[in-house]
């Protein structure tokens, strides 16, 4: 268990609606990054948030969006949804600002749209 | 950009015996961070072992150990002692803190089969 949570584990959608993921970081981690991995595109980044401020955007489509709440959780708003937007989104962890950039990963939300 | 290559989509290897697999990734930069993930089939992303390119000395971690070559800009992992246990994806993934972010660029790894 890394200490991060990711709701929900599996969500079915239709084309065209809009969904949040939600991820909590470990116990004190202030650095929440997201990730897509699908079957075409690997594993990618898409954004990065410290401490409520978003600090890098990757590969994220404009119709994403992210936030990053004063309780450090974090919420992947996706809208407009495609049926290539399916794929596994996982949020990872980590506080190199305590000297230890190693990113602890949740486990993932498996995103379907129909 | 940083780009990072696997060039073994599979691999396979016998219980009990040795199996390294490639990584090569292309960077100007001097700080960097390399690491390997293992991803089995439950789909959780674990981290296996990490490199910094400061440190000349091959980093290792029980039957996990690296052959880190910066000048070839190699990073290659091999496991020891095979287990059923370690069948999964592998990913290696380079990181350099730019601008104050850490995010990870991935290969588009490697799936390792272990056969009992």
Redesign the interface.
Known sequence: DSGVTQTPKHLITATGQRVTLRCSPRSGDLSVYWYQQSLDQGLQFLIHYYNGEERAKGNILERFSAQQFPDLHSELNLSSLELGDSALYFCASSSPDRGNNEQFFGPGTRLTVL | AQTVTQSQPEMSVQEAETVTLSCTYDTSENNY?L?W?KQPP??????VI?QEAYKQQNATENRFSVNFQKAAKSFSLKISDSQLGDTAMY?CAF?T?G???????????TKLSVIP
Do not use: V
């Not at chain 2, 439950?42 to 981290?47: F, G, V, Y």
């Open positions: 961070y690491f993930y439950s789909r959780q992303m674990i981290l990490r990913f990181m803190p601008a104050g972010s850490y995010q990870l660029t991935f290969g588009k790894g």
